[in-house]
C-alpha cells in the first residue's frame, strides 16, 4: 500500500487519489486493460493515441464505480485526474510538476524530493510498484531493462532525465533518481538578490560574457547549479547583435533564449543507431556551422574534452559545465578526460586548456552544522593562465 509521509511543501494537502493508483493498476492487469504510451513511436501510433487515452479513461471510471473507490459520481472526474499520472509515472508523476522540485528519488520503495537543494521523505510504496514503473519508462524511452541490462537512463517527455537500476545489478531493490531541470530561469540579477552571486561578480561576468572574447568553464557537483548559472549566462548575449550560438547537450537541459542557435541534442539511443557520437556534433558545430559561441551543456568523457579544447584553440568562444570540487579541480579532470590518463598527454593539454579558457566558475551549496544543504553560493571566479607546468590562477580582482 502506498503511504504518504509528507505534504507538499506548498500548503496543499496529501493527496488522496494518490492511494487509489497501486489498486487501479491491479485491476486493470486483472482485466487485461493496458496503459497507453505518454508519446507515440510512430505516426500509426500518434493517430490512435488520444482515442486510446479517450478510452483508458472511461475504463479508470468504471473500475473506480465497480469497485466502489469512489462515489459513482465523482469517477468520471477523478478517471481524468488519475489516467494523466498513470499513463506517465504514476505516484512520481505530480512531483514532475511542482516548480520548486529538483529531483526525484526512489530507494527500495522509499520516495524523496530535494527541493532547493534540501531532501524530504515524501512517499513510500511496495518496490514492485516502482520496478514496473522503471521497465515501462524505459520501453517509453525505447531501451530495455531487464536482469541482462539493468541500468537505463532515458529523457522523460518534459525533457527530464530519468535513470534507473534494478537486481540484480541493485542489491536493495529498484532505485530511481529523475533530475527534474529547472523551469524557472534564473537572471544574474535575481542570483544577486537571491545571494547567489554578488554584485561585483555579476558585473564582472556580464562584462566578459558580453565582449565575446572570453571562454568559461563552470564547475559543481551535482546538482550544485551549474545549468542555471550558464543559462544566465547566455541570457546576457544581446539578441539585437544577432549573435551566431551553436549549443550541444545530451539531455535538454539549457534554455537559450537566442533566435540564432543551432542545437543539436544527442541522445544514447541516438547515439548508438546513427552512430553519431557528441565528439562528431560538436566538431561539426564548430568547424562548419560559424558559431560565435558554443555551448556544450556537461563534459563527461574524452570525446567532449577533446573538441571542447580543439573549439578554445581555434578562435571560438566557448562555454561549459564539468563536474569538480574546484576551478582547479575541474581542469584536471578535463585534461584528464581528455588524455584518457596519458600523462604525456596531459601537460600538452594543460598549456592549451590555460590558453583557451579564460574564467573558471565554481559553485556549490552551503552546508550546515547538521550537514543539511543549504543556499548555493557561487565560491570562485578566477582568471586561468599557466605558467607552463602548472595553472595560475587569480581572483577578479587581482
Not at 2 to 7: E, P, Q
Not at 99 to 109: C, P, W
Not at 325 to 337: K, Q
Not at 356 to 366: A, F, K, L
Amino acid at each position: 500500500m502506498l503511504t504518504t509521509m509528507a505534504a507538499p511543501t506548498n500548503g496543499a494537502a496529501p493527496d488522496e487519489l494518490n492511494y487509489l493508483i497501486p489498486r487501479l493498476q491491479s485491476a486493470l492487469l486483472a482485466r487485461n486493460v493496458p496503459i497507453p504510451p505518454w508519446r507515440a513511436r510512430s505516426q500509426d501510433e500518434h493517430k490512435g493515441l488520444e482515442p486510446a487515452r479517450d478510452n483508458f479513461v472511461l475504463d479508470l471510471a468504471r473500475i473506480l464505480a465497480e469497485e466502489k473507490l469512489l462515489p459513482s459520481e465523482s469517477a468520471m472526474a477523478a478517471a481524468k485526474e488519475l489516467a494523466q499520472r498513470m499513463i506517465g509515472l504514476g505516484v512520481l508523476e505530480p512531483f514532475l510538476h511542482q516548480l520548486d522540485v529538483e529531483e526525484v528519488i526512489v530507494r527500495n520503495g522509499l520516495v524523496q524530493v530535494i527541493r532547493a537543494g534540501k531532501t524530504e521523505v515524501v512517499l513510500h510504496a511496495p518496490d514492485e510498484y516502482f520496478h514496473g514503473l522503471a521497465q515501462r519508462a524505459a520501453e517509453m524511452g525505447g531501451k530495455p531493462l531487464r536482469a541482462a541490462e539493468p541500468f537505463v537512463s532515458v529523457a522523460l517527455p518534459d525533457g527530464s532525465r530519468f535513470t534507473a537500476m534494478i537486481p540484480p545489478l541493485s542489491r536493495r531493490g529498484t532505485a530511481i533518481t529523475i533530475r527534474v531541470f529547472a523551469r524557472r530561469d534564473l537572471s544574474l540579477d535575481q542570483m544577486v538578490a537571491e545571494k547567489v552571486i554578488s554584485e561585483r561578480q555579476m558585473e564582472f561576468l556580464k562584462n566578459a560574457v558580453q565582449r565575446f572574447r572570453t571562454s568559461i568553464l563552470i564547475s559543481g557537483r551535482p546538482g550544485a547549479g551549474k545549468t542555471t548559472l550558464l543559462n544566465s549566462l547566455l541570457g546576457l548575449i544581446p539578441l539585437h547583435l544577432q549573435t551566431q550560438l551553436c549549443a550541444a547537450e545530451t539531455f535538454e537541459e539549457l534554455h537559450i533564449p537566442n533566435p540564432h542557435t543551432a542545437r543539436a541534442v544527442v541522445s544514447d539511443s541516438f547515439a548508438d543507431g546513427d552512430g553519431v557520437s557528441m565528439s562528431d556534433v560538436v566538431n561539426t558545430l564548430y568547424t562548419r556551422m560559424r558559431p560565435r559561441v558554443l555551448v556544450i551543456g556537461e563534459i563527461v568523457d574524452a570525446g567532449e574534452a577533446r573538441e571542447f579544447i580543439r573549439a578554445l584553440n581555434l578562435g571560438v568562444v566557448a562555454h561549459a559545465t564539468i563536474h569538480g570540487n574546484s576551478v582547479l579541480d575541474a581542469l584536471y579532470r578535463l585534461e584528464d578526460l581528455a588524455s584518457e590518463g596519458n600523462l604525456a598527454l596531459e601537460q600538452a593539454y594543460r598549456e592549451r586548456i590555460a590558453r583557451g579558457i579564460g574564467i573558471g566558475i565554481h559553485i556549490d551549496t552551503d552546508i550546515d552544522a547538521n550537514g543539511n544543504d543549504g543556499p548555493r553560493r557561487v565560491k570562485e571566479i578566477v582568471r586561468i593562465a599557466s605558467d607552463g607546468t602548472r595553472y595560475v590562477l587569480g581572483g577578479i580582482g587581482d
